[in-house]
């Protein structure tokens, strides 16, 4: 098989993994479906206060740059949720500030 046929096949398996659960859930959707579209949005917060506090707390007693870079992030986004009171833009604005944070370094 060469290289197109390999493309288009996992181009379908992607497409039909998209499209599956509104064709199964096409009547009516579930409820620990929509509950746990309640839930999703904190916890990716959670997730990604946890990643970026995990070598903080590691190393507590001499922070390097990338820490401190991480540690700027938390408080910028912080102050961008509570001004805006957006999760999706206090998501992509604060992981957006620490990687242009960290590629200055």
Same mark, same amino acid.
């Given at each position: 098989m060469d290289i197109i046929a390999y493309i288009t096949i996992i181009a379908a398996i992607t497409a039909f993994t998209r499209f599956a659960p509104f064709l199964?859930?096409? @009547?009516k959707v579930p409820n620990i479906v929509s509950n746990l579209g309640m839930i999703m949005p904190a916890s990716l917060i959670a997730m990604i206060f946890i990643y970026s506090c995990n070598n903080i707390i590691l190393h507590t007693p001499k922070l390097d740059k990338t820490d401190i870079?991480? %540690?700027?992030? %938390? %408080?910028?986004?912080i102050i961008i949720h509570k %001004?805006? @009171?957006n999760i999706l833009l206090s998501i992509i604005g604060g992981t957006t500030f620490v990687v242009i944070l960290q590629s200055n370094i």
């Open positions: 199964v859930f096409y @009547k870079c991480n %540690i700027v992030g %938390i %408080i910028f986004t %001004i805006f @009171k």
